[in-house]
Protein backbone atom coordinates (compact mmCIF):
# COMPACT_ATOMS: atom_id res chain seq x y z
CA UNK A 1 0.00 0.00 0.00
CA UNK A 2 1.32 3.25 -1.25
CA UNK A 3 -0.43 5.80 1.36
CA UNK A 4 -2.76 8.60 0.28
CA UNK A 5 -2.09 9.36 -3.15
CA UNK A 6 -2.87 13.07 -4.48
CA UNK A 7 -2.98 14.35 -8.07
CA UNK A 8 -1.77 16.78 -9.33
CA UNK A 9 0.92 18.10 -6.69
CA UNK A 10 0.98 21.52 -7.86
CA UNK A 11 -1.66 23.16 -10.13
CA UNK A 12 -1.01 26.97 -11.50
CA UNK A 13 -4.49 28.11 -12.99
CA UNK A 14 -5.79 32.03 -13.99
CA UNK A 15 -8.44 33.24 -11.92
CA UNK A 16 -11.93 32.10 -13.69
CA UNK A 17 -10.38 28.53 -14.81
CA UNK A 18 -11.80 25.14 -13.42
CA UNK A 19 -9.55 22.91 -11.57
CA UNK A 20 -10.20 19.49 -10.41
CA UNK A 21 -7.99 17.52 -7.82
CA UNK A 22 -8.16 13.43 -7.23
CA UNK A 23 -7.01 11.73 -4.31
CA UNK A 24 -6.97 7.74 -3.73
CA UNK A 25 -7.08 6.88 -0.36
CA UNK A 26 -5.96 3.67 0.62
CA UNK A 27 -7.59 0.43 -0.26
CA UNK A 28 -9.26 -0.46 3.05
CA UNK A 29 -10.31 2.77 4.39
CA UNK A 30 -13.41 3.79 3.76
CA UNK A 31 -13.89 6.84 4.77
CA UNK A 32 -12.07 10.12 2.95
CA UNK A 33 -11.65 13.79 4.14
CA UNK A 34 -10.88 16.69 2.15
CA UNK A 35 -9.06 19.61 3.83
CA UNK A 36 -7.66 22.92 2.67
CA UNK A 37 -4.76 24.51 4.36
CA UNK A 38 -3.30 28.31 3.74
CA UNK A 39 0.47 29.13 4.69
CA UNK A 40 0.91 29.37 8.56
CA UNK A 41 -2.61 27.78 9.06
CA UNK A 42 -4.00 24.76 9.97
CA UNK A 43 -5.91 22.38 7.84
CA UNK A 44 -9.42 23.22 7.70
CA UNK A 45 -12.40 20.80 6.97
CA UNK A 46 -14.21 21.04 4.03
CA UNK A 47 -15.92 17.65 3.41
CA UNK A 48 -16.04 14.00 4.30
CA UNK A 49 -17.28 10.45 2.71
CA UNK A 50 -18.04 7.51 4.07
CA UNK A 51 -17.98 4.94 0.97
CA UNK A 52 -19.36 7.07 -1.58
CA UNK A 53 -22.06 8.80 0.57
CA UNK A 54 -20.93 12.62 1.63
CA UNK A 55 -22.37 13.18 5.02
CA UNK A 56 -20.54 16.33 6.22
CA UNK A 57 -20.05 19.41 4.11
CA UNK A 58 -18.20 22.69 5.76
CA UNK A 59 -19.70 26.31 5.02
CA UNK A 60 -16.14 26.67 3.70
CA UNK A 61 -17.53 24.97 0.52
CA UNK A 62 -19.00 27.52 -1.31
CA UNK A 63 -21.27 26.28 -4.05
CA UNK A 64 -18.18 26.62 -6.29
CA UNK A 65 -16.98 23.78 -4.68
CA UNK A 66 -18.03 19.78 -5.41
CA UNK A 67 -16.56 17.36 -4.14
CA UNK A 68 -17.73 13.55 -5.52
CA UNK A 69 -16.70 9.79 -4.35
CA UNK A 70 -18.83 7.93 -7.12
CA UNK A 71 -17.69 4.25 -6.43
CA UNK A 72 -16.62 4.76 -3.21
CA UNK A 73 -12.58 4.91 -4.12
CA UNK A 74 -11.19 8.04 -5.32
CA UNK A 75 -12.26 11.55 -4.89
CA UNK A 76 -12.14 14.40 -6.74
CA UNK A 77 -12.51 17.99 -5.90
CA UNK A 78 -13.69 20.49 -8.76
CA UNK A 79 -13.51 23.85 -7.96
CA UNK A 80 -14.91 26.06 -10.74
CA UNK A 81 -14.39 30.01 -11.32
CA UNK A 82 -11.22 30.06 -9.21
CA UNK A 83 -10.46 33.15 -7.34
CA UNK A 84 -7.68 33.70 -5.63
CA UNK A 85 -8.69 33.43 -2.52
CA UNK A 86 -8.58 29.63 -3.20
CA UNK A 87 -4.83 29.54 -3.64
CA UNK A 88 -3.93 27.10 -0.70
CA UNK A 89 -2.72 23.36 -0.31
CA UNK A 90 -5.56 20.67 -0.56
CA UNK A 91 -5.17 17.97 1.81
CA UNK A 92 -6.97 14.45 1.37
CA UNK A 93 -6.90 11.81 3.94
CA UNK A 94 -8.63 8.72 4.92
CA UNK A 95 -9.16 6.63 7.60
CA UNK A 96 -11.22 3.16 8.77
CA UNK A 97 -14.15 3.68 10.15
CA UNK A 98 -14.01 1.90 13.51
CA UNK A 99 -12.27 0.40 15.51
CA UNK A 100 -8.69 1.39 17.32
CA UNK A 101 -7.87 3.34 14.42
CA UNK A 102 -11.00 5.40 14.27
CA UNK A 103 -11.06 8.73 12.60
CA UNK A 104 -7.13 8.37 12.78
CA UNK A 105 -6.71 10.07 9.19
CA UNK A 106 -3.67 9.38 6.80
CA UNK A 107 -2.84 12.47 5.18
CA UNK A 108 -1.78 12.27 1.70
CA UNK A 109 1.14 14.87 0.68
CA UNK A 110 -1.42 17.46 -0.81
CA UNK A 111 -2.10 19.55 -3.81
CA UNK A 112 -1.38 23.24 -4.23
CA UNK A 113 -3.23 25.17 -5.86
CA UNK A 114 -1.82 28.92 -7.28
CA UNK A 115 -4.64 31.24 -8.72
CA UNK A 116 -3.26 34.50 -10.82
CA UNK B 1 -18.44 26.13 18.55
CA UNK B 2 -15.16 24.21 18.83
CA UNK B 3 -11.38 25.74 18.94
CA UNK B 4 -7.83 25.22 19.39
CA UNK B 5 -5.45 27.53 20.58
CA UNK B 6 -1.57 27.02 20.27
CA UNK B 7 0.21 29.91 21.59
CA UNK B 8 3.26 29.21 20.45
CA UNK B 9 3.97 30.26 16.98
CA UNK B 10 7.53 29.42 16.91
CA UNK B 11 10.20 27.59 19.03
CA UNK B 12 13.52 27.24 18.52
CA UNK B 13 15.75 24.83 20.89
CA UNK B 14 19.30 23.24 21.18
CA UNK B 15 19.72 19.51 20.53
CA UNK B 16 19.29 17.40 23.08
CA UNK B 17 17.18 19.86 25.25
CA UNK B 18 13.28 19.34 26.10
CA UNK B 19 10.35 21.16 24.35
CA UNK B 20 6.87 21.42 25.48
CA UNK B 21 4.22 22.36 23.27
CA UNK B 22 1.23 23.57 24.37
CA UNK B 23 -2.53 23.12 23.04
CA UNK B 24 -5.46 24.47 25.10
CA UNK B 25 -8.93 23.32 23.66
CA UNK B 26 -12.79 24.58 23.64
CA UNK B 27 -15.74 22.40 23.09
CA UNK B 28 -19.40 22.06 24.79
CA UNK B 29 -19.06 18.20 24.16
CA UNK B 30 -18.35 15.96 27.27
CA UNK B 31 -17.18 13.50 24.98
CA UNK B 32 -14.60 14.14 22.10
CA UNK B 33 -11.00 13.26 21.04
CA UNK B 34 -7.57 15.28 21.19
CA UNK B 35 -4.93 14.79 18.50
CA UNK B 36 -1.45 15.98 17.74
CA UNK B 37 -0.23 15.74 14.02
CA UNK B 38 3.52 16.53 13.16
CA UNK B 39 4.02 18.57 9.41
CA UNK B 40 7.68 18.01 8.59
CA UNK B 41 9.22 20.06 6.00
CA UNK B 42 8.43 17.56 3.22
CA UNK B 43 4.49 18.66 3.86
CA UNK B 44 2.81 15.81 4.59
CA UNK B 45 1.11 15.19 8.10
CA UNK B 46 1.91 12.25 10.27
CA UNK B 47 -0.72 11.40 13.15
CA UNK B 48 1.20 11.35 16.71
CA UNK B 49 -1.70 10.08 19.20
CA UNK B 50 -5.36 10.00 19.54
CA UNK B 51 -7.14 10.56 23.34
CA UNK B 52 -10.41 10.42 24.11
CA UNK B 53 -12.23 12.94 26.93
CA UNK B 54 -12.28 9.55 29.25
CA UNK B 55 -8.84 8.55 29.29
CA UNK B 56 -6.74 11.35 30.93
CA UNK B 57 -3.97 9.23 31.40
CA UNK B 58 -0.71 10.82 30.62
CA UNK B 59 0.98 8.61 27.64
CA UNK B 60 4.78 8.01 27.33
CA UNK B 61 6.01 7.15 23.31
CA UNK B 62 9.70 6.60 23.57
CA UNK B 63 11.03 10.44 23.81
CA UNK B 64 7.39 12.00 23.12
CA UNK B 65 4.77 12.16 25.94
CA UNK B 66 1.53 13.88 26.50
CA UNK B 67 -0.42 15.33 29.37
CA UNK B 68 -4.40 15.78 29.08
CA UNK B 69 -5.62 17.86 32.05
CA UNK B 70 -9.25 18.49 31.35
CA UNK B 71 -9.31 20.93 34.50
CA UNK B 72 -7.49 22.94 32.21
CA UNK B 73 -8.61 22.04 29.09
CA UNK B 74 -4.97 20.93 28.20
CA UNK B 75 -3.37 18.71 26.10
CA UNK B 76 0.44 19.47 25.88
CA UNK B 77 3.23 17.67 23.99
CA UNK B 78 6.58 17.45 25.22
CA UNK B 79 9.52 16.34 23.30
CA UNK B 80 12.57 15.06 25.56
CA UNK B 81 16.21 15.13 24.31
CA UNK B 82 15.14 16.59 20.89
CA UNK B 83 16.99 15.77 17.72
CA UNK B 84 17.23 18.32 14.29
CA UNK B 85 14.50 15.48 12.93
CA UNK B 86 12.05 16.86 15.12
CA UNK B 87 11.89 20.10 13.20
CA UNK B 88 8.48 20.51 12.18
CA UNK B 89 5.00 21.72 12.51
CA UNK B 90 2.90 20.44 14.97
CA UNK B 91 -0.71 20.56 14.70
CA UNK B 92 -3.01 20.00 17.67
CA UNK B 93 -6.37 18.82 16.58
CA UNK B 94 -9.95 18.38 18.44
CA UNK B 95 -12.85 16.15 17.05
CA UNK B 96 -16.26 16.11 18.82
CA UNK B 97 -18.02 12.97 19.77
CA UNK B 98 -21.44 14.13 18.43
CA UNK B 99 -21.52 12.04 15.73
CA UNK B 100 -18.81 14.89 13.42
CA UNK B 101 -16.03 13.21 12.05
CA UNK B 102 -14.41 17.31 11.19
CA UNK B 103 -10.94 17.91 12.87
CA UNK B 104 -10.78 21.29 13.91
CA UNK B 105 -6.98 22.22 14.31
CA UNK B 106 -5.08 24.59 15.64
CA UNK B 107 -2.76 27.33 14.08
CA UNK B 108 0.47 24.85 14.82
CA UNK B 109 4.22 25.36 16.50
CA UNK B 110 6.61 25.56 14.28
CA UNK B 111 10.13 23.28 16.29
CA UNK B 112 13.18 24.32 14.94
CA UNK B 113 16.11 22.00 16.77
CA UNK B 114 19.46 23.30 16.21
CA UNK B 115 22.45 20.71 16.27
Known amino acids: DTGVSQDPRHKITKRGQNVTFRCDPISEHNRLYWYRQTLGQGPEFLTY????????KSRLLSDRFSAERPKGSFSTLEIQRTEQGDSAMYLC??????????????FGAGSRLTVL | AQKVTQAQTEISVVEKEDVTLDCVYETRDTTYYLFWYKQPPSGELVFLIRRNSFDEQNEISGRYSWNFQKSTSSFNFTITASQVVDSAVYFCALESGAGSYQLTFGKGTKLSVIP
Open chain 1, 49 to 56: FQNEAQLE
Open chain 1, 93 to 106: ASSVPGGAGANVLT
